[in-house]
């Protein structure tokens, strides 16, 4: 089974900057792993759906974004602790919410929640104005 932890997120102000992690371990029953699977992070804000923030394929030559994190968020994996992290830049009030990252059903990467396989528990992260 594939636990994924999630952490770093906390209160900030706007203009602040952050860093998530997203420590994996074990194997799905499929046996895929982190070092094999896409990643990526996904965001809820309060009253409103789950919102795809960023992915990052098995080998991290493929890198997608969301248009309202392009240019302030980057995504990147380190394999051999088996780590995902979030650097967020430039925060701002929206960007506040619960943000969890999630291990893909493949190795490519996509924007679909269905396409992830195992989440983390999420972690909070509040931008004030």
């Known amino acids: 089974q594939v636990r994924l932890e999630d952490s770093g997120g906390r209160s900030v102000r706007t203009g602040d900057s952050l860093t998530l992690s997203c420590g994996a371990s074990?194997?799905?029953?499929?046996?895929?792993?982190?070092?094999?699977?896409?990643m990526g992070w996904f965001r809820r804000a309060p009253g409103k759906d789950l919102e795809f923030v960023a992915v990052?394929?098995?080998?991290?030559?493929?890198?997608s974004y969301s248009d309202s994190v392009k240019g302030r968020f980057t995504i990147s994996r380190d394999d051999a602790q088996d780590t995902l992290f979030l650097q967020m830049d430039n925060l701002r009030p929206e960007d506040t919410a619960v943000y969890t990252c999630?291990?893909?059903?493949?190795?490519?990467?996509?924007?679909?929640?269905?396409?992830?396989?195992?989440w983390g528990q999420g972690t909070q992260v509040t931008v004030s104005s």
């Open positions: 999630a291990l893909g059903r493949s190795s490519a990467a996509s924007t679909r929640a269905s396409d992830f396989s195992a």
């Open positions: 074990g194997r799905t029953k499929s046996r895929r792993t982190f070092k094999t699977s896409a």
């Open positions: 990052i394929n098995y080998n991290g030559d493929y890198i």
